[in-house]
T-cell receptor, first 109, second 113 residues
Framework: GQQLNQSPQSMFIQEGEDVSMNCTSS?????WLWYKQEPGEGPVLLIA?????ELTSNGRLTAQFGITRKDSFLNISASIPSDVGIYFC?????????FGAGTILRVKS | DGGITQSPKYLFRKEGQNVTLSCEQN?????MYWYRQDPGQGLRLIYY???????QKGDIAEGYSVSREKKESFPLTVTSAQKNPTAFYLC????????????FGSGTQLSVL
């Protein structure tokens, strides 16, 4: 089936640092979604992207739809302790949504 | 408040036992999904339903069963045929199959006694 590769697998950063993570697929997508999951909870949608080259922000979060349509990037500026969690990328595969394995973010205060 | 409610939050299964996880939504969404999450892995699709009285197998349906008798409800049964049931189970819904913006419940942690 379709696979999404996320990197890095995990990050342990200092509070205030910027964070970058990315997601690549083996096929072209027309939608990219980014979710955040906090411990013991379900994922929450952060940003949705629908067009190649699109750059969308949500507060300190910025996501980009890669121009090749096979990748997407998520940046978090000036990280804070409540940014901890698992960040998932997701994209459509037929009429289903497939997810990457996630990037675990830990923040040192 | 509209949302998706999963219950129970924690569930324990004895060997050979079937257990049922509840998922209810009041978002008036047509499509509902069940995912399984294991540590270090992405979410894997178990079953999904795009309309009442209809559902399809996902990538890891073996050992699971579902029903969709009402638009609001999509219960998942973990049968005794599922030999490795310990996982975090997530239910989600979307407005329809053409929109894949999924809204998730808060999950059920299933463990084996």
């Amino acid at each position: 089936g379709q696979q999404l590769n996320q990197s890095p697998q995990s990050m342990f950063i200092q509070e205030g640092e910027d964070v970058s993570m990315n997601c690549t697929s083996s096929s072209i997508f027309n939608t990219w979604l980014w979710y955040k999951q906090e411990p013991g909870e379900g994922p929450v949608l952060l940003i949705a992207l629908y067009k190649a080259g699109e750059l969308t922000s949500n507060g300190r979060l910025t996501a980009q739809f890669g121009i090749t349509r096979k990748d997407s990037f998520l940046n978090i500026s000036a990280s804070i302790p409540s940014d901890v969690g698992i960040y998932f990328c997701a994209g459509p595969y037929g009429n289903k949504l497939v997810f990457g394995a996630g990037t675990i973010l830990r923040v040192k205060s | 408040d509209g949302g998706i409610t999963q219950s129970p939050k924690y569930l324990f299964r004895k060997e050979g036992q079937n257990v049922t996880l509840s998922c209810e939504q009041n978002l008036n969404h047509d499509a509902m999904y069940w995912y399984r999450q294991d540590p270090g892995q992405g979410l894997r699709l178990i079953y999904y339903s795009q309309i009442v009285n209809d559902f399809q197998k996902g990538d890891i349906a073996e050992g699971y069963s579902v029903s969709r008798e009402k638009k609001e409800s999509f219960p998942l049964t973990v049968t005794s045929a599922q030999k490795n049931p310990t996982a975090f189970y997530l239910c989600a819904s979307s407005a329809g199959p053409e929109t894949l913006k999924l809204f998730f419940g808060s999950g059920t942690q299933l463990s084996v006694l």
